[in-house]
């Protein structure tokens, strides 16, 4: 799907830490579907909502924030209208506006802040109310399209997001539980270490997340980037002691091998005896 409107989730989960991982993992899968139906994203999202005008309702971590976008199926893009607690009202972000004949604006590229918030409210009349495809509505919807995903390209960018937070997040959204893992991850001990930062995912555990809960692949080979705390100490631990193994283990066969040489050195230097 085609993501506008993203500086308004950067300056959200700016002012709100916590919802940046998930906000993230959601703007990934976000970017790598293709919703042509509402039952398309009810299938993936069971606690989305549908408000009316095209508008949908994301519950993010746990129902504690709330995300509105509104969509246009065939056209393939998703406005975002608003991030914020659950205490919202939904009629305040429903307040479409009108297509009659081209676009008021005049579309040209966007240079600066003030361009972009003019684009932005030029588009959203066609999310409300899709012009039919080969319409000359249509083809300044799709003009507005491309000016801005240019422009935030440069100046808005949303980066991947933590590959644990995109399992849990995608946990949250599909109501699983860490047992759902086990033919993905395997036994229950490993899947929590998987999601408690102490175990790193591997290849065959990537392939089949991907192709299971349907995460992006290059989402789950990212970087974990909240090994902190008690988590970071246990992945520190875990290498310092597999580093310790690695040294002992060297330090034996390297023994083995001069003792071996030693053995072998006396043999040879020793006179044989005539019978």
């Known amino acids: 799907m085609r993501v506008i409107s993203q500086a308004k989730l950067k300056t959200f989960y700016t002012r709100h830490s916590s919802a940046e991982l998930a906000l993230k993992a959601w703007y990934d899968e976000a970017k790598k579907a293709f919703w042509e139906t509402p039952q398309q994203i009810k299938d993936q999202y069971r606690s989305a909502s549908f408000v009316g005008q095209n508008r949908i309702v994301f519950n993010i971590q746990g129902n504690k924030y709330r995300l509105i976008v509104a ?8 406005y975002i209208k608003f991030t914020g607690t659950c205490r919202i009202r939904y009629d305040r972000c429903c307040d479409g506006g009108s297509v009659t004949g081209e676009s008021e604006m005049e579309i040209r ?11 932005l409210k030029a588009v959203a009349p066609y999310f409300d109310q ?3 495809p080969g319409s000359s509505e249509a083809d300044s919807f799709e003009l507005l399209l491309m000016v801005i995903e240019a422009y935030e390209a440069r100046h808005h960018v949303i980066n991947a997001p933590d590959p644990i937070e995109a399992i849990k997040f995608c946990m949250e959204q599909a109501g699983l539980t860490p047992k759902d893992l086990r033919p993905m991850i395997g036994e229950t001990n490993r899947v929590y270490e998987i999601l408690n930062y102490t175990r790193p995912l591997t290849l065959s555990m990537i392939r089949r997340l991907n192709a299971s809960l349907g995460i992006p692949a290059h989402a789950l080979f990212g970087e974990p980037k909240l090994c902190r705390g008690k988590a970071n100490k246990g992945i520190t631990a875990a ?7 690695t040294k002992i283990a060297d330090a034996s066969k390297l023994k083995a091998t001069k003792s071996t040489k030693r053995i072998a050195s006396k043999t040879s230097a020793r006179p044989l005896r005539e019978k």
């Open 71 to 78: 969509v246009a199926y065939r056209f393939g893009a998703l």
């Open 109 to 119: 590229p966007i240079r600066t802040e003030l361009d972009y918030q003019s684009a």
């Open 130 to 132: 899709e012009p039919e």
């Open 239 to 245: 290498n310092a002691k597999l580093i310790k193994q």
